[in-house]
Nanobody
């Protein structure tokens, strides 16, 4: 059974930091990414990372966010610094299954920023 379980969300003051984690099991993923969706807005890509470690970031988080993956722990991280009132959303971890390229989603973790 393929699972992606996010954790690490919560309430933080503007300017603060959070580290989101996504523990996955049941398969091997090639590309993994974090997306987010704020109320009333479309889901958007935050950052992605390939199995080889190549990363890509949305313009709105460049310089504030770092995505990383630990193959031994089967975990992907999203380190977010300098959080702003524009960052609150449900953050989702996704992975593209290496054998089928099917995309799997986690259940999401809520990030809230107080001003």
């Amino acid at each position: 059974q393929v699972q992606l379980v996010e954790s690490g969300g919560g309430l933080v003051q503007a300017g603060g930091s959070l580290r989101l984690s996504c523990a996955y099991s049941g398969t091997t993923f090639s590309l993994m990414a974090w997306h987010r969706q704020a109320p009333g807005k479309q889901r958007e890509l935050v950052a992605s990372i390939t199995r080889g470690g190549n990363t890509n970031y949305a313009d709105f988080v460049k310089g504030r966010v770092t995505i990383s993956r630990d193959a031994f722990k089967n975990t992907v991280y999203l380190q977010m610094n300098g959080l702003t009132p524009e960052d609150p959303a449900v953050y989702y971890c996704i992975g593209n299954q290496i054998s089928t390229m099917k995309t799997f989603w986690g259940q999401g973790t809520q990030v809230t920023v107080s001003s």
